[in-house]
């Protein structure tokens, strides 16, 4: 492997930092949907709502106060200003946390468009120095060419590897953004619908008074 890199030449070495970068970016994604998993409660988003039907913003508070789930926090959020403007505090809160699973993916897609290009550079430098090789050389000796054609496949194979690699991860993770989205979506929906139940009841009671 070390004399595969070494016959890449020079465009090897800012590609190995683009696979260490990604690497690193991809790991640290993946502890962070562990633990994003690890702290889901949907048991305890169920039974937030049930509360909410009835008003008990006191037990709501008991129950969640130890809670790391997203959607909890995003919900509590919008109780804790459902006098004012929950579902704009909602969406602030959501958006939070979109911005906060969205984090380094930027860097993915950059490499994954970097890598392939620095393979091309690659290759480019590759050809160049095969042909100056054979103008020195001359057409009887082509062996003198091969370490430049070698130099300019090395690089684009290493390059088109770097992206494939990045590819499976980067939509894995564009996924479950998406999906976590959607599931904000569904509860603070929810959440809405009960709390505007609960105000048009208590309207209800009122008028009958």
């Known amino acids: 492997m070390i004399d595969i890199f070494i016959s890449g030449g020079p465009v090897m070495y800012p590609l190995l930092a683009c696979s260490v970068i990604v690497l690193t970016v991809i790991i640290e994604r993946i502890f962070f949907w ?6 889901r409660d949907k048991s ?3 039974e937030v709502l049930e509360l909410c039907q009835d008003g008990d913003w006191e037990s709501v508070r008991i129950k969640t106060q130890a809670s790391k789930d997203y959607i ?3 919900l509590i959020t919008g109780i804790l200003h459902r ?4 579902v704009k505090a909602m969406e602030s809160a959501a958006a ?3 911005k906060r699973m969205r984090k380094y993916m930027g860097i993915i897609d950059t490499m994954i468009t970097v890598a392939p ?3 091309i550079f690659g290759t480019v430098i590759g050809i160049i120095l095969s042909f100056e090789a054979l103008g020195s050389a001359g057409i009887e000796h082509p062996q003198v060419v091969t370490s430049g054609i070698a130099q300019a496949l090395i690089t684009t194979a290493a390059g088109l590897g770097i992206a494939i690699l990045s590819v499976f991860p980067y939509n894995y993770f564009n996924s479950r953004v998406e999906k976590s989205a959607l599931a904000i979506e569904k509860y603070a929906t929810s959440l809405e619908i009960v709390y505007d139940k609960l105000v048009s009841q208590r309207e209800s009671k009122r008028d009958q008074k």
């Open 34 to 39: 562990i633990g994003i998993d690890r702290r």
């Open 96 to 98: 939070e946390q979109i």
């Open 72 to 74: 909890i926090k995003i």
């Open 83 to 86: 006098e004012f403007s929950m």
């Open 44 to 46: 305890l988003v169920d």
């Open 117 to 119: 290009l620095l393979g």
